[in-house]
């Protein structure tokens, strides 16, 4: 079992930043992969950021350029860093974390953090 606690979610305005946090807790050895979704308003949930074990990085191509992950191994934390935020970016931002135990994948998810962003 993995729990995932995210912070720093808010209101900024169009042009600013934040930076959302997601602390891991549980069998965090079996993490794979973590990643950033988020889910606007009537709309599915999608991929925004992830980050490997290894640190590979992969981003939506709507946030290239703008948003950066990144993780601290001693915190067991990953982070978003959300540069040049637009009205569009606006969502509930969900962590999520990968695991792969004998050959299982199991996917787990945090409660979400808001992000407004007005313009």
């Known amino acids: 079992q993995v729990q995932l606690v995210e912070s720093g979610g808010g209101l900024v305005q169009a042009g600013g930043s934040l930076r959302l946090s997601c602390a891991a807790s549980?069998?965090?050895?079996?993490?794979?992969?973590m990643g950033w979704y988020r889910q606007a308003l009537g709309k599915q949930r999608e991929l925004v950021a992830g980050i490997t074990r290894g640190g590979s990085t992969n981003y939506a191509d709507s946030v290239k350029g703008r948003f950066t992950i990144s993780r601290d191994n001693a915190k067991n934390t990953v982070y978003l860093q959300m540069n040049s935020l637009k009205p569009e970016d606006t969502a509930v931002y969900y962590c999520?974390?990968?695991?792969?135990?004998?050959?299982?994948?199991?996917?787990?998810w945090g409660q979400g953090t808001q992000v407004t962003v007005s313009s």
């Open positions: 999520n974390a990968e695991t792969l135990s004998y050959g299982i994948v199991l996917l787990y």
């Open positions: 549980g069998s965090i050895l079996s993490i794979n992969v």
